[in-house]
């Protein structure tokens, strides 16, 4: 599994002297390790017993997350965090490529359609869309969709 968190290392420390100008909110105390625990492929409800809080205090702080950063989903918040970590990344080549029906899912994922309108667009069932987007997980190492947009946009797959 790769370490999804080490790379956004160079991420936080931007990010947190950026934020050092700005007045801080309570709720902004949760941003760094939460995103560093979906980096590593925690789920929420493991989230929320580390940080010992509820599940849906975490779910709350990643929408909240979701709209600092302008992502629609969690698959984008990782492409986000990918690219803000290296603005210049040069694609490390996945040795498996994706089919161009798993690229159509991944692009649709990315621009933040939802796997039901993605399911109608492409005539095929949202559980077909779900068992792509699982089948791209597994081949990428993902935990979670944070990490496969994060892998999406370090691999070239995007």
């Given at each position: 599994m790769q370490d999804f968190a080490g790379e956004a290392a160079s991420l936080f420390a931007a990010q947190s002297r950026l934020e050092a100008e700005s007045p801080r909110r309570r709720s902004d105390t949760f941003d760094e390790p939460?995103?560093?625990?979906?980096?590593?492929?925690v789920p929420d409800k493991a989230i929320a017993a580390r940080l010992q809080v509820s599940e849906r205090t975490i779910q709350r702080h990643v929408r909240i997350l979701l709209a600092k950063v302008g992502a629609r989903n969690r698959m984008q918040l990782g492409q986000i965090l990918a690219c803000r970590s290296n603005p210049h990344p040069h694609p490390q080549p996945h040795p498996q490529r994706l089919t161009e029906f798993d690229a159509q899912i991944l692009k649709m994922?990315?621009?933040?359609?939802?796997?039901?309108?993605?399911?109608?667009?492409?005539?095929?069932?949202?559980r077909t869309v779900q068992r792509s987007v699982k089948g791209m997980m597994s081949r990428a190492g993902a935990a979670n969709r944070v990490q496969l947009g994060w892998h999406a946009q370090r691999s070239g797959w995007i």
């Open positions: 939460i995103l560093r625990l979906l980096l590593n492929g994922l990315l621009q933040g359609q939802a796997e039901s309108a993605i399911a109608e667009t492409l005539s095929v069932s949202r």
